[in-house]
């Protein structure tokens, strides 16, 4: 039985595509590149099928599309501002560590 598959991400870096391929399997799925090399066929093939790709199981399509996108755009809910409960500092959301004082965040969040 043949396990059908899904382009999720196609970019003319091939850098950046592994680094993909390498998020998507560190969560467990597998995942396949191609087109790797073709970027020297472009202007005799079309551009945009010569940029590499990465191919998962359409079983996973969904769950890895979802991690490309924040590990590209960030996290789609942004975390709230929360105090430093060693120096009483307010930090914003995006700070995981106190500038002031080097204590980390602590795991409730919280204001």
Avoid: Y
Avoid at 25 to 43: D, H, I, K, P, V
Avoid at 80 to 92: F, K, M, N, S, Y
């Amino acid at each position: 039985m043949t396990v059908e598959r899904v382009c999720i991400f196609r970019h003319s870096n091939v850098l950046l595509v592994s680094h993909v391929r390498n998020l998507i399997e560190s969560a467990g799925l597998s995942a396949t590149l191609r087109n790797m090399t073709l970027a020297g066929g472009a202007g005799e093939l079309p551009p945009d099928q010569c940029e590499a790709e990465v191919w998962v199981s359409a079983a996973a399509e969904t769950l890895a599309v979802q991690l490309v996108r924040e590990a590209l755009d960030g996290p789609t809910a942004a975390l709230p501002a929360w105090r430093c409960q060693g120096c009483g500092e307010r930090l914003d959301g995006v700070f995981d560590t106190c500038w002031q004082c080097g204590r980390d965040r602590p795991d409730q969040g919280g204001c």
